[in-house]
């Protein structure tokens, strides 16, 4: 059931800090999701979504480093809650069983 | 835009924040050029600025945080400081109260006559007297066509008459209206719009009525109904055809009416008013922009004398803006000489002065307080605060205690409007919902606590911390001698409308009890109504006279209390001709004289047995002053054709109101003249009298209905401006008192406060209750002192000039003076003595301990 709150957009992001494992951050998440559905979206954007998953417990965050390049400002990085991990295998496992059930088509 | 994102980001998520976001820039310069990112960067950081982001206040150091601080301290004082705090917030608030309500008096003032076109002017005649130029507001009726033809300055013009009443048809019912004959260019003139049918007057017959008046004959369905083109009746069986319904003549205009019907039939039926001589009728004309009120003038004022034939009671005109015509009413010698509007600049100056001392005594209060909260702005300032941080906070608090205060005043103002437009006979509706007045009440508030709170906020952030927090803080010189200063304004001020009061009280009583040279009391006065022919006056007057209540009834022209027509044609033998005199003429019976009890000098009066008497006149003693015959007693007069003689001479007696004085007076006996029928009414019988009146009344007069006024009320209407002002200046001296004693209370007793100590150790060493009263009072009594010095002259030079306005006027006595200061004084010494007996009557062990 705690599966039912998360979004298609949150699946995503939390799938990609789950596979970028220690380097997740803000400009690195909206990057990775860019590289990977093709899709831009905003820093401002990501934040809200890292954030809510936050909220929800999914994930869980530290201070990084900082570089010259970020004006001297820290990361915020994020990491997979465990519960976070067990609600994305929850949401495959789903859909895998409901793959199992689909004709095959050939395409 | 970085350092926005820096000013609203809170520190717990700047850094992710702006890290990100500057990471993305680099990134984005790189790949996007420096244009995309710096777009791109703003967008964001725009987009940041939401609830998660901001500071929390109370966390870091900002403005919010510091004016949460100064309202929780504000609060903290009111609590602690309760009787002070009251006195503040209520004498403000009476100050506003007062101020709002002459705030929106005077606006509906403003409001007068302001809806006509801006080039509208009103038509006067200045005409000569010996001595003197009479100023008139009517003209004669060919004066317009004059105008149209030869001045092409006058763009339009109209003629209507004065209001007419009549008694419409409504089935069995009659409508009693007011209305005018005009010429149709008054509605373009006046800016009044037609909501049916138009401004048509074809035929002869017809009428236009105003939207109240179509309201009372068609029922309030008369919108839908097809009204245009119904014929309307009146009670004197003329018929009219109804051409147009126009809207309703604003409240704020000096030109009411409810109907109008085209000025041809008015030629028609009453054939005299085409004459030059007739001044009977009114004129408004519009001039061309391109000329000043002025040029126009100038242009125009001897249309009269450059075009009337027979040269006879010429007259210079002269052309008054109507937009001006309700507040400057007044004209003395052919020259615009104020009016109301002298009420209204009084009013105006009273009620900024009543401000004026509300927000001194809070300045006062504020800044004799500060000393007891030195400490606290010493530790401010040791603890980091800048001056102008501690000038904020005492802003601040004044703001709150203003904000209170007028939120107060707004709500007194709502619940006593009512009673307000009452006392001032107006309606003045209260718009909450004004944005304007909204926005005007904020910028006043903000002013307002501005100017109270200015001065203790300056002094307060001026204190040295150090000797602040030792306790040690004096006031300086400078702010001793302006706190006096401004308590001997007040002072001036409280003095100055006593003074005011007393004088404008003594001189409508003055007006109201003067004797007029008649007895005004107990005359009803009434329209005779149907009762228009000789016989049946008289049938009428014997019937009336065996009826219980009633002493005396006489019939009369016009009004006398305002006689107004008059002539300059008397002659008599010695008369040169150079002397052009204008008496006034009141066209009457034999009873007059007997009914209004004036006294005659010689001769006698008119007989009712004798017909012959309607040659003859009867005159008062001015107009025997300036016919100047050692006995005018059976002197020859040639008046209007007619030849008689002067048969008595009677003491002089009011026709118009005590603003001007008595003119020269011919009384004629004109039996079918008594459109006024005057009763005097046995003393205390006046209920059966009027019953006694109104049984007749209606036995001769099946229509009509019995409407009828006193004479006394009638002649208290036309210093209608005085009582109001007597009314309103009563209780802003008394405001202005109450404010004055507040702000003095809070002094003293601050004052007694500062001096427990030293009270404390005189009492225990044995000082009497008078020698602690000096003590406290001598400072005050000082300040009384010179303010009483400085009032009396200043008060004597306003109120002189006011009283000039009156022909009829009371003499200044030292006792008004005497009077306002013992009043003052006396308020002044119970506000200390009440106090000083409080800190007396403790203990004074609690004083001396107090450490």
Redesign the interface.
Known sequence: MSAQGVGILEETVLLIVLAMKDEA???SV?EEYMSRTGRSI???AI?TVL?RLEIKGYLSSS?GG??T???G????LFEVTKFGYKTLEELRQTREELWQLAPKYSI | MNRFLEWYCSAEVIDEIQGDLLEQYQKNVAQKGIFMARLKFTIDVVRFFRPSSLKKSGAGMSIFVFARNYIKVAFRVFKKEKAYTLINVVGLMLGIVCSFFIYLWVQDEMKYNQFAKPSAHFVLTNMPDPGQINTWTSTPQPLKAVLDEHYPVITRSAVFSFNQRALFEKGEDYIQSMGVYTTPELFEILNIEFSKGGNSHEPLESILISENLAEQIFGPGWESQEIIGKTIRDSNEQRYQLQGVFRDIPRQSTIQMDFAIPYELRMDQRPWVKYWGNYGERTIVTIDPHYTTEEANEQVKNAIIDHRSDQAGIAEIMLQPFSERYLFNKYRNGTIAGGRIEYVRILTFAAILVLAIACINFMNLTTAKSISRSKESGIRKVLGAHRSYIRMQFLCESMIVVAIASALALTMVFVLLPHFNTLTGKNIPFQFLNFQLAGGYVLFILLIGLISGSYPAIFMSSFSPVKALKGIVKHSQTSIILRKGLMVFQFVVALGMIVGVITIYKQVRYIQNKNLGFEKENIVRFRRGDISTRDQYLSFRNQLLGMPGIQQMTGTQVNPVNVTSSSSDPQWPGKTRDMEVHFKILNTDPDFIPAMKIPMVSGRNFDWALMSDTLNYIINEKAAEIINVPDPVGLDLKFWGQEGRIIGVIQDFHITSLYSEIDPLVIRYSPGASYNILVRLKPGQTITALNSIEQVYSEFNPVNNFEYSFLDTEFDNQHKAELLVKKLIQYFAILSIIICCLGLLGLVALKAEQLTKEIGIRRVLGASLSSLFRLISFDFLRLFTIAAVVAIPTSYYFLADWLNSFAYQIRFSVWIFAGAIATVLMIVVLTISSQTIRISLRNPVNALRNE
């Open positions: 951050y803000g400009v909206a905003s820093i401002p934040h954030k201070f900082a570089t390049d970020r004006g400002r820290k990361k915020r």
